[in-house]
């Protein structure tokens, strides 16, 4: 045989995305406890009550229960939907991937890609996701305010859209969508093509105007919604997250899932974060505190901070490189995106620190 061998390689196309970028841990220094506010994660972890019961006679030799039956009966209780028409994965970005594997058609015979629109900046996933599925990504510039801007995606729709990604809170910037923008918006949006609600932080919403994802997918058969245990439930280390979609689309969904996507100790917490109310509420209300101190904090020095229904705080700095190193002095991690910071809002501890670094890093 002659020739050069070619050793097996990944699909060229997967090399030109951007490497998905993780919030950094924080910086050591000599006698501060490092606090890391760059992920968006619960600082202190599910309550006391979730992690005694935890371990209680688990398990570990078993299997998982493959359905997680008993995660999908309680979250149809709770959310008023059939256990039908929810699918678990591991966290909702496993629930997207998997939910675009049964949407996205794969291109073949010079017929053109399914295209996704989705709001940027958004989160980091959305064009990664989008180009794994074989689609073309449509980003939509956000509005002023950071919200989505929904009429303008509304506009980047055309006959090969398959999906819309809506973000609300959006990440990084903070804002929701109201129930007025969505049902506007739908009302332009054809039959055949799937709006995916992301309300990885819906737990932090406070407006009464919110959208709530779930209600809109009880009015439209073309909506989707993601939801996660990885953020309020303070459960991202175990990664279980859900898709809330038709019985149609769950089915398919099941049929191509990884057989024990979520793990039966990451089953087992989401249940009892779930029933965990009190300890859910204590935490929201913590970061609702949390955000307002901190957002009219960067206020009082001149910054200007977005609204944030979520658990972290978005805004431009004069000065970004100094802000970011000024945080890293105090052993704060913080997460840089474009020119802009995003700081993550822990318990009042964590907030007592954000507050005496923007004190610091504005003088
Ligand atoms: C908007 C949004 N959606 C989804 C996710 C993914 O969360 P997980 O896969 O942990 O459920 C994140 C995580 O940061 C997020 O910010």
Not at 77 to 89: K, M, N
Not at 108 to 137: D, K, N, Q
Not at 333 to 360: H, K, M, P, Q, Y
Request: proline share 7%; with cysteine.
């Amino acid at each position: 045989m002659s020739g050069t061998f070619v050793t097996p390689q990944p699909r060229p196309e997967l090399m030109e995305l951007p490497a998905y970028r993780a919030g950094k841990p924080a910086a050591v220094v000599p006698g501060l406890t490092p606090l890391k506010l760059s992920s968006n994660e619960r600082s202190e972890g599910p309550s006391a009550a979730v992690r005694a019961r935890l371990l209680e006679e688990f398990a570990f030799n078993r299997y998982p229960d493959p359905m997680n039956t008993e995660l999908c009966v309680a979250l149809a209780a709770r959310l008023g939907v059939s256990a039908e028409q929810i699918v678990t994965e591991s966290g909702s970005l496993g629930a997207l991937r998997l939910l675009l594997d049964v949407l996205i058609p794969r291109s073949g015979g010079g017929e053109a890609p399914a295209e996704i629109v989705y709001p940027w900046r958004s989160f980091e996933a959305y064009p990664i996701l989008a180009s794994v599925a074989g689609a073309t990504g449509i980003p939509v510039p956000l509005a002023v305010d950071g919200t989505n801007d929904l009429e303008a995606m509304a506009d980047a729709i055309t006959p090969h859209t398959r999906a819309v990604f809506v973000c609300t809170p959006n990440n990084p910037t903070g804002p929701i969508i109201t129930r007025e923008q969505f049902a506007d918006f739908m009302r332009r949006v054809p039959a055949n093509v799937l709006v995916i609600v992301d309300e990885a932080y819906t737990e932090y919403v406070d407006d009464p105007e919110a959208l709530d994802g779930i209600v809109a997918f009880s009015e439209h058969s073309n909506i989707a919604v993601l939801r996660t245990f990885s953020k309020a439930h303070g459960l991202a280390g175990l990664r279980v997250g859900y898709a809330v979609v038709s019985r149609e689309l769950a089915d398919a969904m099941w049929r191509i899932r990884p057989t024990f996507a979520v793990t039966a100790l990451a089953e087992r917490a989401a249940v009892l974060a779930l029933a965990d109310t009190e300890g859910l509420a204590a935490h929201v209300a913590e970061v609702q505190h949390g955000r307002r101190a901190i957002i009219n904090a960067l206020r009082d020095v001149g910054e200007h901070p977005l609204e944030s229904q979520s658990n972290f705080v978005w805004f431009v700095p004069r000065d970004p490189d100094s802000f970011e190193a000024c945080a890293a002095r105090a052993a704060i991690s913080v997460r840089r995106l474009d020119g802009g910071i995003r700081i993550t809002v822990g318990d009042a501890a964590a907030t007592e620190r954000v507050l005496a670094l923007i004190a610091d890093a504005e003088h």
